[in-house]
């Protein structure tokens, strides 16, 4: 008995003690208030330019009838501000000696032209993009490396890395984390998109802030004559430059002012070069004058904010646009307005700790694109999308 008795005390004596051991758990990647955020950049300092973040031209093998000097001269016909010509590198085998770069038509006097490649790997394919010209064969040669890897080189050529269509055969297999902006809307079929936007909005929900933006992926131009018809021209009439067009508030009109805006997020995708651009702007101190704009990241004060959508450019004055709302990954509101009002606003109060965004899509009547007439088709009632304003991201995420 005497034995007995002894045991237990000496287990409940260790119990007591495990149990006064025990501390409450605390996640030290919770949300907690952060001390302070980079100022938002000047609302009225800088310029609306449009282009195209993803063609191909002869120099991607499979590409036909579409010349570097085609698809300058086109871009410049229809208003385009910036372009990158996104050829394959797997056609030239890292080897930038003979690539789009160094092509005697590679110049402009008005467009706006991006050094720009689509890097081609086993994992998938991303575009690179950058103001002057980089080694890409470094890049290209750490292809099938280590994330690790590819991150510390891309860090040192100092270039914007893209994910192209991330849900489609040639997805993004690398991580997302060393990425800078992912292509949300490929090429003028809208519906396809659907798995990359889902994508986009984890990365957000997950603390990410990652710019969304747009490509046409066009490969083929219309022949100059019927003997030059490919089995692939048709598809110049359906999906070309602009289809979808991306949108970016630039503080200059340079490759780096292009790159700058596109990194930060003040950036739209719209459904062709025609079509009205979404433009999102918040009221965080309750004046009455937006103090941020789509890609801008300050920190929530508990109080409302106003949230005002806007649709610049060839509304149509009678037609009805449905605005959809999204935050945090999830649909919001559902708001209305037409061609004539062109501005629709919101309240809602961000969580004071923890993460916040809103982002929009905008449906409406189609725009028309006389120069790629089958495109309107494709894209159906998407007139066009917002990159997220935030609250509380971290930037050291």
Known sequence: MRFSRTLFAILMLGCTK???AQTPHVSPWAPVELNSLPPVASLDK???????LHVHSSHSKESSNNSVARIIDYSKSIGMDFLAITDHDNHVLGDVAHNTWTDPDFHSD????????????????GNVFSAKPYDHQRFYDVRDQRDIV????????????SANHPSGKDHFGYSYDM????????????????????IWDDMLSSGRKLTGRGGSDAHHGR??????????SYQAEANYVGTPTTWVYAVSRTPQGVIDALTNGRVAVSANPNAPRVELYADTDGDGKMDMMM????????KPVTVRVRLVGNTVADSTYTVHVIKNGNPFRTLQTTGSVSNV???DTPTLIGRTYYRVEVEGAPTPYPQVPKSMALSGNMVGLSNPIYFNFDPQF
Not at 179 to 194: G, H, M, P, Q, R
Not at 295 to 302: I, M
Request: no cysteine; glycine share 8%.
């Open 345 to 347: 606003e919101f309240q």
């Open 150 to 161: 590819v991150g510390s080189i891309k860090k040192e050529l100092g270039v914007h890395l």
């Open 295 to 302: 890609g801008d990241n300050v920190k929530a004060t508990g």
């Open 18 to 20: 495990w149990t006064q």
């Open 46 to 52: 800088g310029m609306w330019m449009k282009g195209d």
């Open 179 to 198: 990425v800078d902006s992912i292509e949300v809307w490929n090429s003028a079929l809208w519906s396809k998109n659907a798995n990359a936007i889902m």
């Open 223 to 232: 022949p100059d004559s019927p003997d030059k018809a490919t089995k692939n």
């Open 110 to 125: 008005s467009v706006v032209l991006l050094y720009a490649a689509e890097w081609t790997t086993t994992r998938g394919h």
